[in-house]
Nanobody, 122 residues
């Protein structure tokens, strides 16, 4: 499975960005799609995850109500709509996929990763 993110950039506080992640390869192996981020000096954290079969969605408390994960299954693409951005949202954002598991909040559950895209909020 290959994952390619796009859509990062710089935005002022209070603004919005939408990230995209295109999946290719053995996409039928994917059980979970998620977005994670890593800020300088911090651990990588799971922000939002979607179970492909059940369509259940989960969010970290830090982004609940501000970020929305969605999927266009026809395009094998997952999105992260980010609204009401804050300076503390500045990080490298990663798309990830997992082939199994239930601990959607555990970054070690994910088997495949995109290259990351920088988001800067000032």
């Amino acid at each position: 499975v290959q994952l390619v993110e796009s859509g990062g950039g710089s935005v002022q506080a209070g603004g919005s960005l939408r990230l995209s992640c295109a999946a290719s390869g053995s996409t039928t192996s994917i059980m979970w799609l998620a977005w994670l981020r890593q800020a300088p000096g911090k651990e990588r954290e799971v922000l939002a995850a979607m179970h492909i079969t059940s369509r259940s969605i989960h969010y970290a408390s830090s982004v609940m109500g501000r970020f929305t994960i969605s999927q266009d299954s026809a395009k094998n693409t997952v999105y992260l709509q980010m609204d009401s951005l804050k300076p503390e949202d500045t990080a490298i954002y990663y798309c990830a996929a997992a082939k199994a598991g239930s601990r959607w909040y555990d970054r070690f559950m994910y088997n495949w990763w995109g290259q990351g895209t920088q988001v800067t909020v000032s």
